[in-house]
């Protein structure tokens, strides 16, 4: 019995792809044989990725499959017979039709879809119990919550880089403020825009010479252009920052180090592993309450309404003080226990067992 993983396109600097990576690494402790099937090689990490057309499942193999997008192959892939479905996240549709129809539609054929597989499936996985729900709205009749394999260790322990040092430096020049971070995709279900709109009000109140510098892939290039016209609008396009093409490990890790809040607005989020990214490298968290960002953050973090930047701004000025900034960078270092790779590992051992009745050794 091998324990195999598939996954459409198996990206590099990728929630999903991540999460595979590191599953795959626990596994081949205890068979070397077990692979990544992916769909589309070309785009996929050619360390890691085997080629679906390579697959051969033995009668007792288990093949976890990585849901988070839609893909012709996931009824071949469900029909193979001892196969887990692992919930990632799928973001409605309506954050996309504004913006982008095609992505819009394909985000509903990929909830549908969804709602398909978890019949077909022999159990699910989830990465959260707000997506558990969802599976189970979709008749789902076993779900495991398991969470999500990230590489926290890896941003806190990396090396820095000559960045860091120009970074502080620019940090010390104006006045040592409170510097806002965000990591994630530029996207219209983050709400990058309520958060410039924050910022702004933030520098406003407080005075400070406050930047605010956003990590992410941009979905559509027009709305990168209008997070970029926003900015200006509020007079603050001079201290936001969109860092936009991709980085390396150490690279994002000193972006973590030199900030010295991390704030999220969005409205949809199916885990939010930069919420523990950021805790584990000593940044207090200010989030709007939506999907499973309470659960991912518990009482380490202040939780805030949607679009209300006033309640987002005085929770980033509360958090960045003291005592209370102590307080909340305690809360997280214990918070970080909980979604550790080696809990999650944990966790899909046991749901592995339950939900094949196979042993993982």
């Known amino acids: ?97 504004a913006w982008d129809p095609d992505t819009a539609i394909a985000q509903r054929r990929a909830r549908q879809q969804l709602a398909r597989l978890v019949h077909q499936a022999m159990g699910c996985l989830s990465v959260s119990a707000f997506n558990a729900e969802e599976l189970v709205s979709y008749g789902a009749n076993d779900v495991a919550t398991v969470g999500l394999f990230a590489h926290y260790d890896d941003l806190k322990n990396g090396e820095t880089t000559g960045r860091l040092t120009r970074l502080q430096r620019s940090w010390e020049h104006r006045g040592s403020p409170t510097d806002w971070l965000f990591v994630g995709r530029l996207v219209p279900n983050k709400a990058q825009e309520d958060l410039l709109a924050s910022f702004a009000l933030y520098r406003e109140l407080t005075g400070e010479d406050s930047s ?74 200010v989030a709007v309450g939506s999907s499973a960002i309470p659960e991912t953050v518990g009482d380490a973090g202040f939780i805030v309404p949607p679009h209300d930047p006033l309640a987002t701004a005085t929770a980033a000025k509360l958090a960045s003080q003291e005592p209370l900034r102590s307080q909340l960078l305690d809360l997280g270092a214990e918070r970080i226990k909980l979604f550790d790779n080696n809990a999650v590992w944990g966790r899909m051992v046991e749901a592995i067992r339950r939900l094949t009745d196979t042993e993982v050794v």
């Open 1 to 97: 019995m091998t324990i195999h993983q598939f996954v459409p396109v198996l990206l590099p600097h990728d929630a999903v792809g991540n999460c595979a990576r590191e599953l795959q690494h626990r596994l081949h402790f205890t068979d070397s044989n077990s692979r990544i099937y992916v769909e589309d090689r070309k785009r996929s990490d050619p360390m890691h990725a085997t080629p679906v057309e390579e697959m051969n499942l033995g009668p007792q193999d288990v093949l976890i499959y990585h849901y988070a997008n839609f893909s012709a192959l996931a009824p071949s892939m469900l029909a193979q017979g001892r196969t887990l479905l692992y919930y990632h996240n799928i973001t409605p549709e309506r954050y996309f039709t």
């Open 212 to 285: 605010l510098t956003l990590v992410g892939r941009p979905f559509h290039p027009d709305y990168l252009l209008g997070l970029r016209q926003r900015a200006i609008d509020l007079r603050i396009g001079h201290r936001v920052h969109f860092l936009t093409g991709g980085l390396r490990a150490r690279y994002l890790g000193d972006q973590y180090r030199v900030a010295r809040i991390f704030v999220s607005a969005s409205l949809h989020e199916g885990f939010g592993a930069p919420l523990l990214e950021a805790m584990s490298l000593g940044l207090p968290v």
